[in-house]
């Protein structure tokens, strides 16, 4: 098994794994330094970020509805976790130089061509869906597919479970071209 | 910055840093997995998955920290996870992907940020609809798989690796 792969990134196995390690690392630092457990996530932190730009229009609003307030919106672990995300992708991207500024992805380019608005729209909708789904279930592949299914959680297999299972099948839709 | 914070950075940095070290995050990475042509992701995060749950039992047993499982509400699980599912085939992305995809060049994720942001402020309208229906039919609360089963999760844990290992040969095996 090779370390690096045709593109110049690491096996998966062993970044999945490192992952795992972090993981254990932050479930431990996070107890003993705040005295809470915290597990990496993500789709939380849309929700705080959502309140805090729909707060610039309709501060009021935001303040009255109780999901927002249930989740309390503030700039939290999750919040700058997500942020760190974003910086260690570009240290990474950078440093190997495989960062690239991508417009459309090959996939979509081969199926719908090379128009922006058709790859905005398809991005902003599915992202409107799925965020939408992410909160009912309570989580995304982070927060269930790494985390729940660590602890093994019962609704982190299901909903892990039926994440793929419709994400293959709307894939196979909307990206295999019938050669009928 | 508070504690909570910093930590929270610096844990954010290493986890993006590896998620672009193991190639997941493109948009021809995610959709790969689901036409199933390309399992790196689940290479990824299964590899990640059988660490961290080694460890994190370990430290469970030892008393040194909490799970926290999100509850088993059938209605919510089910909707949500088959909404998620079909909204990801057609972003390409997920939360915590899209945001690392940004950071290595992939600027079309900027509209997968802003749909999940539109999505997060629509369910906020939505919640008082949902709890009062969906998420009001049947709730198993927060279990484990062990306390699920009855069973001690030293048994469930090597068969899940053994399980997981089985995935990988097969992974191989058609070089996919």
């Keep these: 098994m090779k370390f690096k792969t045709d593109d110049g990134g690491w096996n998966p196995y062993f970044a999945g794994a490192l992952t795992g390690v972090l993981a254990i690392i932050s479930v431990y630092l996070t107890t003993i330094l705040l005295g809470k457990t915290n597990y990496l996530g993500a789709s939380t932190t849309f929700v705080r970020a959502a309140a805090f730009i729909e707060k610039i229009f309709a501060s009021e609003h935001v303040a009255q509805n109780i999901y927002f307030t249930a989740t309390k919106i503030r700039v939290d672990w999750q919040f700058m976790l997500i942020i760190g995300v974003f910086a260690g992708s570009l240290i990474s991207s950078l440093t190997d130089k495989s960062f690239k500024i991508e417009k459309i992805p090959p996939i979509w380019l081969e199926r719908f061509g090379s128009s922006m608005r058709k790859r905005a729209l398809g991005a902003f909708s599915g992202g409107i869906i799925a965020m939408i789904g992410a909160r009912l279930a309570d989580g995304c592949p982070s927060g269930h597919g790494l985390s729940g299914m660590m602890q093994l959680s019962v609704s982190s297999f299901v909903a892990l479970g039926l994440f793929f299972a419709a994400g293959v099948l709307v894939a196979g839709i909307v990206f295999k071209r019938r050669t009928l | ?176």
């Design chain 2, 1 to 176: 910055m508070s504690t909570d914070q910093i930590l929270g950075l610096l844990t954010g940095v290493v986890f993006g840093f590896l998620l672009q070290k193991g190639r997941v995050i493109r948009f021809e990475k995610q959709i790969g997995a689901l036409l199933l042509k390309d399992m790196t992701i689940f290479k990824f995060m299964l590899s990640a998955i059988i660490v961290g749950m080694i460890g994190i039992f370990i430290l469970s047993d030892a008393g040194l920290i909490k799970f926290s499982h999100k509850p088993m509400n059938v209605g919510a699980i089910v909707i949500g996870g088959i909404l998620f599912g079909g909204g990801w085939a057609i972003m390409g992305f997920c939360p915590g992907t899209s945001v690392a995809a940004l950071g290595e060049g992939r600027i079309h994720a900027f509209f997968a940020i802003a749909g999940m942001l539109t999505g997060a402020a629509l369910f906020a309208e939505i919640f008082p609809f949902f709890k009062e229906t969906v998420m009001s039919w049947k709730d198993y609360g927060k279990i484990g798989l062990p306390e699920a089963l009855g069973i001690s999760h030293w048994f469930i844990i090597p068969v899940f690796i053994f399980m997981v290992i089985m995935l990988f040969r097969i992974f191989e095996k058609r070089k996919i």
